[in-house]
């Protein structure tokens, strides 16, 4: 199926810093997920990117659909303590006998030092 | 607007035992899924389902996993017997169109 390269794979920083996350893949998405896990909970969508080259901001995160539509990226700008966690991204196809089907990362775990 | 319900929240079981799991999703989402998340790794999707019909189970291992969703409503996923290598979250979600919108999970352990 599907693959889904998400990296870095963990991040520690300071308190204050941004952070860039990204996810890339060989197959060509139709949209572009990223959620956010907390410890014992189920992720929780942040960003939907629907088309190529969209740049979408949600507060300190901003998420951008790759031109090429095989890649997506995050960014948080100035990480707060609460920021930590593990970042999800998901490719979905939304055409054709594809249509529905979703991939997720491995998921980009973020610690942040007060 | 309520979440994704799902129970129990853990559950420790031996090998060779069965165990089921409940999901309830948003009012109003036809499509409802089960994934299995091991940990350190994503979501990987078992089964989903359009109101009561399956979609795609292909990820499913049916000899020993089943999964219901009687009147399109609520969802119920079941493993007999369970092996070590189930132990894992059971996530449910459930959607109106792309965005999957996830429960708590369920954290099983197998001993």
């Known amino acids: 199926g599907q693959q889904l390269n998400q990296s870095p794979q963990s991040m520690f920083i300071q308190e204050g810093e941004d952070v860039s996350m990204n996810c890339t893949s060989s197959s060509i998405f139709n949209t572009w997920l990223w959620y956010k896990q907390d410890p014992g909970e189920g992720p929780v969508l942040l960003i939907a990117l629907y088309k190529a080259g969209e740049l979408t901001s949600n507060g300190r995160l901003t998420a951008q659909f790759g031109i090429t539509r095989k890649d997506s990226f995050l960014n948080i700008s100035a990480s707060i303590p609460s920021d930590v966690g593990i970042y999800f991204c998901a490719g979905l196809f939304s055409r054709n006998t594809n249509a529905g089907k979703s991939t997720f990362g491995d998921g980009t775990t973020l610690t942040v030092k007060p | 607007e309520a979440g994704v319900a799902q129970s129990p929240r853990y559950k420790i079981i031996e090998k060779r035992q069965s165990v089921a799991f409940w999901c309830n999703p948003i009012s109003g989402h036809a499509t409802l899924y089960w994934y299995q998340q091991i940990l350190g790794q994503g979501p990987k999707l078992l089964i989903q389902f359009q109101n009561n019909g399956v979609v795609d189970d292909s990820q499913l291992p049916k000899d020993r996993f089943s999964a219901e969703r009687l009147k399109g409503v609520d969802s119920t996923l079941k493993i007999q017997p369970a092996k070590l290598e189930d132990s894992a979250v059971y996530l449910c979600?459930?959607?109106?169109?792309?965005?999957?919108?996830f429960g708590p999970g369920t954290r099983l352990t197998v001993l």
């Open positions: 979600a459930s959607s109106l169109a792309l965005v999957r919108f």
